[in-house]
């Protein structure tokens, strides 16, 4: 499985960023996808996932009501729109997809992702 990730970049607090993950090496719309970010010295945590067709997903309570977490299965990608950006949200974002035999339903623990895109930057200036 390959992901790629872009659309990340140098924005003010307030301003808004479309991150997109293109995936290959699979049928894509049977598995859940997520993203994550990663905060210079800190975990890397889950921001945001999304069920196999779309239809459920959940967000970390940090970005709930900001960000948006979406899928196009006929194009094998899926994106995340960040709106009111702030500086706390400045990280590397991963996308990220399920290894092995999984269900369809989301999912929002970290260790069952084993396939990783190579990571955006995501800098908010104050």
């Known amino acids: 499985v390959q992901l790629q990730a872009s659309g990340g970049g140098l924005v003010q607090a307030g301003g808004s960023l479309r991150l997109s993950c293109a995936a290959s090496?699979?049928?894509?719309?049977?598995?859940?996808m997520g993203w994550f970010r990663q905060a210079p010295g800190k975990e890397r945590e889950i921001v945001a996932a999304?069920?196999?067709?779309?239809?459920?997903?959940y967000y970390a309570d940090s970005v709930k009501g900001r960000f948006t977490i979406s899928r196009d299965n006929a194009k094998n990608t899926v994106d995340l729109q960040m709106n009111s950006l702030k500086p706390e949200d400045t990280a590397v974002y991963y996308c990220?997809?399920?290894?092995?035999?999984?269900?369809?339903?989301?999912?929002?623990?970290?260790?069952?992702?084993?396939?990783w895109g190579q990571g955006t930057l995501v800098t908010v200036s104050s």
């Open positions: 990220a997809a399920p290894r092995g035999v999984v269900g369809t339903g989301l999912i929002r623990n970290r260790g069952a992702y084993g396939y």
């Open positions: 090496g699979r049928t894509f719309s049977m598995y859940p």
């Open positions: 999304i069920n196999s067709n779309g239809g459920d997903t």
